[in-house]
């Protein structure tokens, strides 16, 4: 249950990282897109080792992996 509670935190987040990506004006994006970046990165890592751990089907896995990666796009799209 961790990991899906984690999973939707995560995956939460990224929508309201995405939409603040999707209003912000030009010269915010200089300074928003590779501190966003770095902190997606380990997010992404951290959910990848916490998914790992828990030994789910691989099909399962690459869904929850597929949510996450979709959330920052559709939260830009939202923005």
Do not use: N
Not at 6 to 21: C, D, N, P, R, Y
Not at 48 to 75: C, K, N
Request: aromatic residues 10%.
């Amino acid at each position: 249950i961790s990991a899906y509670v984690l999973e939707f935190g995560l995956a939460a987040h990224s929508i309201i990282i995405g939409v603040t990506l999707g209003v912000a004006g030009r010269k915010e994006l200089a300074t928003l897109i590779p501190a966003l970046c770095v902190h997606q990165f380990f997010e992404g890592f951290a959910l990848g080792a916490r998914l790992a751990d828990v030994g789910f089907a691989r099909i399962t896995e690459y869904i929850l992996a597929g949510i996450y990666s979709l959330s920052a796009p559709m939260g830009i799209a939202i923005g």
